[in-house]
């Protein structure tokens, strides 16, 4: 039986006591930090209780539905190398979220990011302004699942799809990550599974060879956002068709085959299309929409009901801003635009030279 020396007495407990008000000053310090730093941060920055919590359920949603993965995995390898029932089962569940919490990579990593925009589209979505675009009100889906084109019913039908699983919560939450960043936060989350077990060479082998198991199972196209990706390849619209569909994207409340749409004329991936989108400042939105040859109207129309459903931007500075734009030429904003389309590395590597200059 292990002792934990600081509740013990003597001088051992006066140490103990030591670190322990150590500890907490230093906590207190960090979480002055943080509120001053939210307080002078710009409203428009600052992410709403909401927003919050989605963040919060979403990040601890797909977290337990790795490591309950990975546990079941882990555990039936370690039985299977011959380990007994307690070396092969695995404690979890909040602890390992907690743990995973509090480590700053993961805080501070790409998933979060990953996960935030998804929440911030996810907002938008609800907060739409339905518009029907047909007398009888048909939706822009529906009309589409009954397309007479087979590639772009069969799309439609496997949106259509993937966003009731994504809202069924009796089905439980799923890592629909995409692959890199699945692969990496089961790692992740591997490790945070063995920070709360006791460390056994067995246990480590069964983690490790489950890990794999989770990664090799995961089907980065199963989906919304590839699900959507799919759909705008699919119905692949002439410049011409583009503000119509944009448009009704948004009166569907689809914002992610607004963001695939916007991805595929501009030449530019998924998640840096949903950046533009997302971002309530707008303005790099707006140039895109110019580079992509959306008129004045269209570009009024996709302004107001991306503000009608985000507090944060300036529905009144919208005018103005369009103005602006529409005195660019063309070439210009598509110029603006262009390392957008490069690799992600590339760009992240642009980023970082840029930055050290």
């Not at 990550?177 to 992740?188: F, G, I, K, Y």
């Not at 959306?294 to 944060?312: E, F, H, K, S, Y």
Request: charge should be negative.
């Amino acid at each position: 039986m292990s002792v934990d020396p600081d509740s013990c007495g003597g001088a051992d407990n006066g140490a103990g006591l030591n670190r322990r008000m150590a500890m907490a000053d230093a906590r207190d310090g960090a979480r002055a930090t943080a509120a001053i730093d939210d307080f002078f941060r710009d409203p428009v920055d600052r992410i709403d209780d909401r927003t919050r919590q989605a963040l919060d359920t979403l990040f601890a949603g797909i977290v337990h539905a790795i490591e309950a993965d990975l546990r079941d995995r882990a555990g039936r390898s370690a039985i299977r190398r011959g380990a007994t029932r307690s070396v092969a089962t695995l404690a979890g569940g909040d602890m390992v979220v907690a743990r995973l919490r509090a480590t700053p990579a993961v805080r501070h990593g790409a998933v979060m990011r990953m996960l935030l925009a998804r929440v911030e589209l996810d907002g938008l979505a609800a907060r739409l302004v339905p518009v029907a675009t047909t007398q009888d009100g048909v939706s822009l889906l529906a009309r589409l699942v009954d397309c007479p084109d087979a590639a772009i019913a069969a799309a439609a039908v496997d949106l259509f799809t993937h966003e009731a699983r994504r809202r069924d919560a009796e089905a439980g939450p799923r890592s629909d990550l995409p692959a890199e960043l699945h692969h990496r936060l089961v790692w992740q989350v591997a490790a945070a599974v063995r920070a709360v077990n006791a460390v056994l060479p067995d246990r480590d082998r069964a983690l490790a060879e489950a890990a794999w198991g989770c990664i090799a199972a995961h089907d980065e196209g199963d989906r919304v956002e590839a699900a959507a990706v799919r759909l705008a390849a699919a119905i692949d619209a002439r410049p011409d068709e583009l503000p119509a569909l944009m448009l009704e994207s948004l009166g569907d409340r689809r914002p992610a085959l607004f963001v695939a749409v916007l991805a595929r004329a501009a030449g530019m991936d998924f998640d840096q299309a949903r950046g533009l989108v997302i971002d309530p400042a707008g303005d790099r939105l707006l140039c895109a929409l110019r580079a992509i040859g959306i008129d004045r109207r269209a570009m009024a129309g996709i302004g107001v009901a991306l503000a009608q459903a985000d507090p944060r931007r300036d529905v009144d500075a919208l005018a103005d801003r369009i103005d602006a734009i529409m005195a660019m030429p063309v070439a210009d904003c598509a110029l603006a635009l262009a390392p957008m389309s490069l690799d992600r590395d590339f760009r992240d590597a642009i980023r970082a030279i840029g930055l050290a200059a």
